[in-house]
């Protein structure tokens, strides 16, 4: 797999991952995982082969993102269309073009 978007990473984990609604369960992984991250970052512990990625900040960056993406499906929020509207209100807040702007 060459390059995959947000929106078909989001669907691709709804598919195996949405079956419960244990909101609370989830974002208290979520918070478990931020955790975990900056343990790996304040080592600065980083991917060094393709091969392991097994307590690195790459696999702890994932995790986070895994677990945002299980709360935004439960609350069935498009994350896509969610970072295009947020990034709209911060190019207007901070007096910038926006990133998604060609």
């Known amino acids: 797999m060459s390059e995959i978007t947000l929106r078909e990473i989001q669907k691709a984990i709804k598919k195996i991952d949405h079956k419960n609604n244990a909101i609370d369960k989830y974002f208290y992984k979520l918070c478990e995982e931020v955790g975990e991250l900056a343990k790996v970052i304040r080592k600065d512990k ?53 990133i998604f702007d060609e």
């Open 46 to 98: 980083r991917l060094e082969n393709s091969e392991n990625i097994k307590d690195t900040i790459e696999e702890e960056l994932y995790d986070v993102l895994y677990y945002i993406i299980c709360l935004a499906n439960m609350y069935e929020i498009d994350l896509t269309k969610c970072a295009i509207l947020k990034e709209k209100l911060n190019s207007e807040k901070y007096n910038r073009k926006s």
